[in-house]
């Protein structure tokens, strides 16, 4: 999945994350993606160098992390750790082909207080929750190689999962709608922003708790 200068201007000047410039690079595409406070910008040979500079001048304070999904992907969504008030954090399934999204919304659901884990597409959503995964939240992606988000969020209603799914997309109109009627519970279009997330992160919460109480 591509995203292009489209979708990168629409993150100028919004909030992605709240902490530090995060900077990624993907191994696979050799490609560097700066998420700044103000935007992103994509660091490949065909981007346009105003944004790098962009990027570059916005914060002389930033943190690289290496883009091993590897590390994200085996974290077990029954092993969360637990968080500062003793109880478990919630777990998050990330499904989306493009490594720099997956990394973004990883650090998004981080900053929320959850635990995020990674599919590369919906087959290996499916295969989680056929192994007896579970998490509290699933952020789909629709367009995706091997097994794209609408097949997946189907098979996974008819195997009984009832995890809140969140389809997270570029499509529009009534391709959305398709992805919706698939059984999801909302639909975000790319990009996906911490204030998005942050009222059905409130709701699960909310709901966990009224179970326990």
Same mark, same amino acid.
């Given at each position: 999945? /591509?995203? &292009? $200068? @489209?979708?990168?201007?629409?993150?100028?000047?919004?909030?992605?994350?709240?902490?530090?410039?995060? @900077? #990624?690079?993907?191994?696979?595409?050799?490609?560097? #993606?700066?998420?700044?406070?103000?935007?992103?910008? !994509? !660091?490949?040979?065909?981007?346009?160098?105003?944004? /790098?500079?962009e990027a570059e001048k916005s +914060?002389? $304070?930033?943190? #690289? *992390?290496?883009?091993?999904? /590897?590390?994200?992907?085996?974290?077990? +969504?029954?092993?969360? =750790?637990? +968080?500062?008030?003793?109880?478990?954090?919630?777990?998050?399934?990330?499904?989306?082909?493009?490594?720099?999204?997956?990394?973004?919304?990883?650090? *998004?659901?981080? #900053?929320?207080?959850?635990e995020p884990q990674v599919a590369? !597409?919906?087959?290996?959503?499916?295969?989680?929750?056929?192994? =007896?995964?579970?998490?509290?939240? *699933? %952020?789909?992606?629709? @367009?995706?190689?091997?097994?794209?988000?609408?097949?997946?969020?189907?098979? %996974?209603?008819?195997? =009984?999962?009832?995890?809140?799914?969140?389809?997270?997309?570029?499509?529009? &109109?009534?391709?959305?709608?398709?992805?919706?009627?698939? =059984?999801? !519970?909302?639909?975000?279009?790319?990009?996906?922003?911490?204030?998005?997330?942050a009222p059905i992160v409130q709701?699960?919460? @909310?709901?966990?708790?009224?179970?326990?109480?």
């Amino acid at each position: 999945m /591509v995203l &292009g $200068n @489209e979708f990168a201007s629409d993150l100028k000047g919004k909030e992605v994350v709240t902490s530090d410039e995060l @900077e #990624t690079t993907d191994q696979i595409g050799k490609t560097t #993606t700066t998420f700044a406070d103000g935007g992103m910008s !994509n !660091n490949s040979p065909s981007t346009d160098d105003h944004h /790098v500079e962009e990027a570059e001048k916005s +914060s002389s $304070n930033s943190t #690289t *992390i290496a883009t091993d999904d /590897v590390q994200v992907k085996n974290m077990s +969504s029954t092993s969360t =750790g637990p +968080s500062d008030d003793g109880q478990k954090k919630l777990s998050v399934l990330i499904v989306d082909d493009a490594s720099f999204i997956r990394l973004m919304h990883s650090s *998004i659901v981080r #900053t929320l207080g959850l635990e995020p884990q990674v599919a590369e !597409n919906g087959q290996e959503a499916v295969d989680l929750h056929r192994s =007896g995964a579970s998490f509290d939240l *699933i %952020l789909m992606d629709k @367009e995706m190689p091997v097994m794209g988000g609408i097949k997946a969020t189907r098979e %996974l209603r008819a195997m =009984g999962v009832d995890t809140m799914i969140v389809g997270v997309t570029a499509s529009e &109109g009534a391709e959305i709608q398709t992805f919706l009627e698939a =059984g999801l !519970n909302e639909c975000f279009t790319k990009p996906l922003y911490k204030d998005k997330l942050a009222p059905i992160v409130q709701l699960i919460m @909310e709901a966990k708790h009224h179970v326990q109480a």
